[in-house]
């Protein structure tokens, strides 16, 4: 169980490829006597693990107008409006972001410059 609740969609993972590695997760959970309903656990998780925002909010939406719709069918909901696009915004790796020496004369400088008089 700890490894579903811990799955989440990777950086370059596809939506398709996220649901594949939940599906093994609950295969292995189903095999356990006494454990939580599988299905519930991992359509859960592929709510709250997807990347993209946007989408995430939309399927949480879904799920709370119709909380008994199997995983199914939020997989394929998730999968159609990521075709559509859904007006996603792709999402863009942040760019680092560098430091600069600036010498102590200077930062005084500025600073005094910025100060009220």
Known sequence: MREICSRVQGEDESIADFYFALIGLADKLSNIPGSPNAEEAIKDQFRDG???????????????????????????????????EFNMPKRKRKTATHSVEVPESQTVSALDNLSIR
């Open 50 to 84: 997807l990347l993209d925002g946007m989408l995430r909010r939309e399927v949480k939406r879904l799920l709370k107008e119709e909380p008994r719709t199997p995983f199914i069918t939020v997989r394929d909901w998730a999968l159609d409006m990521a075709d559509l």
